[in-house]
C-alpha cells in the first residue's frame, strides 16, 4: 500500500501571501496525484489532478507540480475563501486509493 | 443537476449492520466506477471501498474487509454499501464519489454531501 504523507500539518499565511504544501508517496505514483480541498461542513472538492491539471473552474491562482514521489500544491495570493484543509491522492494503484492526511491552511 | 445523494446514515449499536445507499443523477452512472470515502469527526480522508463501472471488480480498505459490502444497480442509478459488525471506529461521515474511468484506478470528480454513521451502545 502506499503512504501519502503531507507537509505542514497546519501552514499559516497571510491573505494576498503564497502558499506552498507538500506532499510525499512512499512511491513513485507517476504524475497520478490529485489535490481536494475541504471547507468545514462540505465535502472535498477537486482542484487538480494529473499533478498539474486544474479541475473545471479552478482558479488559475491555483497549480500544481511534481512527479514520482515528490509533489506541490502552490497557491498565489491567498484569498479569504481558501483557507481549508487541502488533501492529496495518489491514483496510479488502487486499490486502495491513498489519501494524504491533510494540510490545514488558516489565516495568520 | 449532477449530484450524488447519501442516505442510509445514523445511530446504530456496535455489532450491527447499517446500508448506506447513493443516487446518482445528472450524468450517466453506469460508464464510471464508484467509490465510498469516509471521514471520522475532525479527521482525514480514508478510502473504504470502490467497484468498477460493471460490479465486476471491487476493492476494500484492510479496516473494512471482510466486514463491508459494495454494490451497484445501474438500472437504479445507486451505490450501496453494506456494513456488518459495525464497531466504534467506523463513525464517520460517508461521503459516495465518481471516479473519471470505468474501471476504476482514477481520481474523484465528484462528492456526495456526505451521510454520518455513529456507533456507539
Known amino acids: 500500500e502506499i503512504v501519502m504523507t503531507q507537509s505542514p500539518a497546519t501552514l499559516s499565511v497571510s491573505p494576498g501571501e503564497r502558499a506552498t504544501l507538500s506532499c510525499r508517496a512512499s512511491?513513485?505514483?507517476?504524475?497520478?496525484l490529485a489535490w481536494y480541498q475541504q471547507k468545514p461542513g462540505q465535502a472535498p472538492r477537486l482542484l487538480i489532478y494529473g499533478a498539474s491539471t486544474r479541475a473545471t473552474g479552478i482558479p488559475a491562482r491555483f497549480s500544481g507540480s511534481g512527479s514520482g514521489t515528490e509533489f506541490t500544491l502552490t497557491i498565489s495570493s491567498l484569498q479569504s475563501e481558501d483557507f481549508a484543509v487541502y488533501y492529496c491522492q495518489q491514483y496510479n494503484y488502487w486499490p486502495p486509493e491513498s489519501f494524504g492526511q491533510g494540510t490545514k491552511l488558516e489565516i495568520k | 443537476e449532477v449530484q450524488l445523494v447519501e442516505s442510509g446514515g445514523g445511530l446504530v449499536q456496535p455489532g450491527r449492520s447499517l446500508r448506506l445507499s447513493c443516487a446518482a443523477s445528472g450524468f450517466p452512472f453506469g460508464d464510471y466506477a464508484m467509490h465510498w470515502v469516509r471521514q471520522a469527526p475532525g479527521k482525514g480522508l480514508e478510502w473504504v471501498s470502490g467497484?468498477?463501472?460493471?460490479?465486476?471488480?471491487?476493492g476494500y480498505a484492510d479496516s473494512v474487509k471482510g466486514r463491508f459490502t459494495i454494490s451497484r444497480d445501474n438500472a437504479k442509478n445507486s451505490l450501496y454499501l453494506q456494513m456488518n459488525s459495525l464497531r466504534s471506529e467506523d463513525t464517520a461521515f460517508y461521503y459516495c464519489a465518481k471516479d473519471v474511468y470505468s474501471s476504476g484506478g482514477g481520481y474523484f470528480d465528484l462528492w456526495g454531501r456526505g451521510t454520518l454513521v455513529t456507533v456507539s451502545s
Open positions: 467497484m468498477t463501472w460493471n460490479s465486476a471488480s471491487t
Open positions: 512511491q513513485g505514483v507517476s504524475t497520478n
